[in-house]
């Protein structure tokens, strides 16, 4: 496909895709969206990491291992600003 098209013409080969039967230009993207991104980003906190723990999985960023479950901070994500906000989730 060519990238010079524009979108007057990504809009009529849309619509003749979606006569044909097939996935409109916009769909195809929505499909292509809901694929890559099932839901929305949630807020990081950087201060603190999240561990295996079934409960108390939040852990501030100055403490390198959780005791519990042997996670390493250096390989866990980063914990949801959300939980964070909970309170109720912190291992310390
Ligand atoms: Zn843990």
């Not at 990238?3 to 809009?11: Q, V």
């Not at 009529?12 to 097939?22: F, I, V, W, Y």
């Not at 993207?29 to 939040?58: F, M």
């Amino acid at each position: 496909m060519s990238e010079s098209w524009t979108s007057d013409e990504l809009h009529t080969a849309s619509e003749a895709m979606k006569r044909a039967g097939h996935m409109g230009y916009e769909e195809f993207c929505a499909e292509l969206d809901r694929q890559i991104k099932p839901e929305p980003t949630p807020t990081l906190n950087t201060e603190h990491w999240d561990c295996e723990c079934e409960e108390k999985y939040i852990h501030c960023k100055s403490v390198d291992r959780c005791d519990e479950c042997d996670a390493l901070r250096g390989e866990s994500p980063d914990s949801r600003q959300s939980e964070v906000d909970e309170g109720i989730h912190f291992a310390y």
